[in-house]
C-alpha cells in the first residue's frame, strides 16, 4: 500500500511537470515590452563644455564619449534654468519657468524666504508614467520640496523607490545634515560616510544596484531617475584624492576635474549593470546637466573651458548657463552616430517620455516631444524657448531661431544677439533690430505668469513691481 501510494505520488509529480513544460513551450518566450526604460541622468552644475565630446580638452570622459559617439548627442539643448530647484522643476513638469511653481532656489513663502516645493496640481513624470503602468524610481538629489513635508519629497511625487539628499531645515543646516544624510521612501535615514567613500556618486550608484537586484519589478518598464551631485562644488569629500594630482593643477581644480572624471565612470557601472540584466537594449538612455558651469567654492570656470566658450556660467540666462551636453541613446532603436542641431528644452522631457510611453502628456506641459528626431523622423520645432530666474539678478531670455534676447529687470533692458553670427553673444545688436527686440519682448511680457513666490513674476517690464 505505502509503494503505490509512493508511486503515485511520483507519477503525479511527473505529470506537473510535462504540464508546467508544456504550458511554457505553448506560450513561447516571454515577449519584448513594447514600452522601453527610461533612464534620466542629470549631472549637476556640469557646463556645455566639460566631456569631449562637446570638446573638453584635458578632463577625461570616455565612457559618456562613447554614448555620445553611439547615441545621438544635441548641441542646442537647453535645461529649464541655470539653477538647480527651477531646472529640476521644469524637467519633472515639462513646464517653462514663466509658468512652474519654482523659479529659484527660494521664494516668499508665509511671509518669509523659503523653499518652494512644486504645487500638487503639478503632474510630475513619475506621477505621469505610473499610470501607463512603469515601475519608478529615484536616488539623489531632490530640491523640488520642504523638508518639513513629506508630502512633497519624491516618494510623494510619484516614485515607488526613493532614496534622496533633503533640503536642510535651517535649524539644522549642518554638513551631515546637507550632504552625509539620505532619506529612503521608508523613512529609512542612510548616512553616507565620507571616511569609506571617495565619490557620493558612487555612493549612490551603489544604492541603484542594490535596488535593481531587490526591488525592480522586471513585468514593468522602469522610470529611473538619478540624480547625480557632480560636478556641484560645495561638496568637498565628493573626490578622488590622487585623480590629476601629476598635473600641478590647483587642488580645487584637481577636484573639480577628478569629480567630472568620476561620474563619467558611474555612468558606466550603471549602464554596464542594466546590459549585464538584459535591459539595457531597450532602454532609452538620457544624460544631461541641470544648469550651466559652476563658480561656487572657488572653482574658475575658465580654468577648464567648462563652458566650451559659449558666455556666462550658473545662474546666468546667457548660453554658458542654460545650454547643456545632452546625449541620448537607446540601442534597439539607434544605429550609427548622429548630431542633433535640433532646438530642445527640459520641458520637452515629459512629451517624450509619454511618446514613448504610448500616452498623451498632461495639458500642462509647454515642451514638445523630440522622439521623432531621435527615430529620424519629421520633428516639430519651437516658436520659441523662454527662461526666466529670480535669483542673482532678476532675468528673462527667449530664443527664437537664431535671435536670442536677454531682459535685465534692474536695468529694464533687453539686449539682443544673432547667435548664428556671435554665439558667445558679445555683440549685443538690439539697437540695429529693434523690431526683432519688440517681437521677442511681446513673448517675455506674455509667457511669465505672475506667481505668489516672486513678486516681479509676470511684471518684468515694470520696475515698480518689486515694491513687495
Request: charged residues 25%; contains cysteine.
Amino acid at each position: 500500500m505505502k509503494q503505490a501510494i509512493t508511486v503515485s505520488r511520483s507519477v503525479l509529480v511527473v505529470l506537473i511537470g510535462l504540464t508546467t513544460v508544456s504550458s511554457a513551450i505553448l506560450k513561447g518566450p516571454r515577449e519584448p515590452r513594447k514600452q522601453p526604460n527610461i533612464l534620466l541622468l542629470m549631472a549637476d552644475d556640469m557646463g556645455y563644455g566639460e566631456l569631449g565630446s562637446y570638446g573638453q580638452q584635458t578632463m577625461r570622459t570616455p565612457y559618456l564619449d562613447q554614448l555620445a559617439r553611439e547615441g545621438v548627442r544635441f548641441t542646442n539643448f537647453y535645461i529649464g534654468s541655470s539653477v538647480c530647484s527651477p531646472s529640476r522643476a521644469v524637467a519633472m513638469t515639462g513646464i517653462h519657468t514663466g509658468r512652474v511653481s519654482i523659479r529659484a532656489n527660494g521664494g516668499m513663502l508665509n511671509g518669509k524666504r523659503d523653499r518652494v516645493p512644486l504645487k500638487k496640481s503639478e503632474v510630475t513624470i513619475p506621477e505621469m508614467l505610473k499610470g501607463a503602468g512603469y515601475q519608478t524610481a529615484f536616488i539623489g538629489k531632490w530640491h523640488l520640496g520642504s523638508s518639513r513635508d513629506e508630502s512633497t519629497w519624491a516618494k510623494g511625487r510619484g516614485f515607488d523607490y526613493s532614496v534622496q539628499e533633503q533640503w536642510a531645515d535651517k535649524t539644522h543646516e549642518t554638513e551631515k545634515f546637507t550632504i552625509h544624510m539620505q532619506y529612503k521612501h521608508d523613512g529609512t535615514e542612510i548616512f553616507y560616510d565620507k571616511d569609506q567613500h571617495d565619490c557620493l556618486d558612487e555612493f549612490r550608484t551603489n544604492l541603484a544596484f542594490d535596488f535593481l537586484k531587490n526591488e525592480r519589478d522586471d513585468e514593468k518598464p522602469l522610470f529611473l531617475f538619478m540624480s547625480y551631485r557632480t560636478p556641484h562644488a560645495h561638496e568637498p569629500y565628493i573626490r578622488e584624492k590622487t585623480l590629476y594630482a601629476d598635473k600641478g593643477w590647483p587642488d580645487i581644480q584637481r577636484q573639480h576635474a577628478a569629480r567630472v572624471t568620476m561620474l563619467d565612470l558611474q555612468v558606466k557601472r550603471l549602464l554596464d549593470k542594466l546590459k549585464d540584466m538584459g535591459e539595457l537594449e531597450n532602454t532609452f538612455v538620457v544624460f544631461t546637466s541641470d544648469n550651466g558651469a559652476t563658480i561656487e567654492g572657488g572653482h574658475d570656470y575658465t580654468f577648464f573651458n567648462c563652458s566650451g566658450g559659449l558666455r556666462g556660467h550658473k545662474r546666468h540666462l546667457y548660453e554658458g548657463g542654460i545650454r547643456e551636453p545632452c546625449i541620448v541613446s537607446w540601442p534597439r532603436k539607434m544605429k550609427g552616430k548622429r548630431v542633433s542641431h535640433h532646438i530642445s528644452a527640459g520641458y520637452d522631457l515629459m512629451p517624450t517620455f509619454a511618446e514613448l510611453a504610448g500616452i498623451e502628456a498632461p495639458s500642462q506641459t509647454t515642451g514638445i516631444s523630440f522622439l521623432p528626431e531621435i527615430l529620424g523622423q519629421e520633428q516639430k520645432t519651437h516658436e520659441f524657448v523662454y527662461f526666466e530666474i529670480h535669483e542673482g539678478g532678476i532675468k528673462q531670455a527667449v530664443r527664437v531661431g537664431d535671435w536670442k534676447a536677454v531682459r535685465h529687470y534692474e536695468a529694464q533692458r533687453t539686449e539682443l544677439y544673432n547667435l548664428k553670427k556671435d554665439h558667445r553673444e558679445l555683440d549685443d545688436v538690439s539697437y540695429r533690430h529693434p523690431q526683432v527686440v519688440e517681437r521677442l519682448n511681446e513673448i517675455m511680457k506674455r509667457e511669465s505668469q505672475p506667481s505668489p513666490h516672486y513678486p516681479v513674476a509676470g511684471n518684468f517690464f515694470e520696475k515698480s513691481s518689486e515694491k513687495k
